[in-house]
């Protein structure tokens, strides 16, 4: 569901071995300066960014520096996923938690899980 700043935060901190996170999705306007700021900081080492507000988000960590992520812009969820599949580390977790709706390119939230999980599951 993770269409806030907030339910991203809490995803990372779930996630025991996340190290890649997607984000990114319809723009509406969201001010992403504390998920940017907590990213730089956190254990995530991959930030892979989509869609209008992934252009945003990825426009900010790049002006930080973080020299602890590594960042990349897809256009869209599939891209994003093969990505992830390449990135990630054995063992480690990606999560998709966008912090932002997914209206324009999918029906609903339901449907953007539904496809991530099939992109993420498929052979590479």
Known sequence: IST?????????????????????????????????????????SNVICMYESGKRIYK????????????????????????AKKIAEPGTACILSPASASYGDFKNFEERG???????FSEI
């Open 4 to 44: 806030t700043v907030e339910s991203a935060v809490s995803a990372v901190e779930s996630v025991p071995n996340a190290s890649t996170i997607i984000l990114g999705g319809m723009d509406r306007g969201i001010d992403y300066t504390a998920l940017v700021n907590y990213l730089a900081k956190s254990k995530i």
């Open 60 to 83: 900010m960590l790049s002006k930080l520096k973080a020299d602890n992520l590594t960042l990349i812009y897809c256009e869209d969820l599939y891209k994003a996923a093969d990505t």
């Open 114 to 120: 539904d496809v991530f999980k099939s992109l993420i």
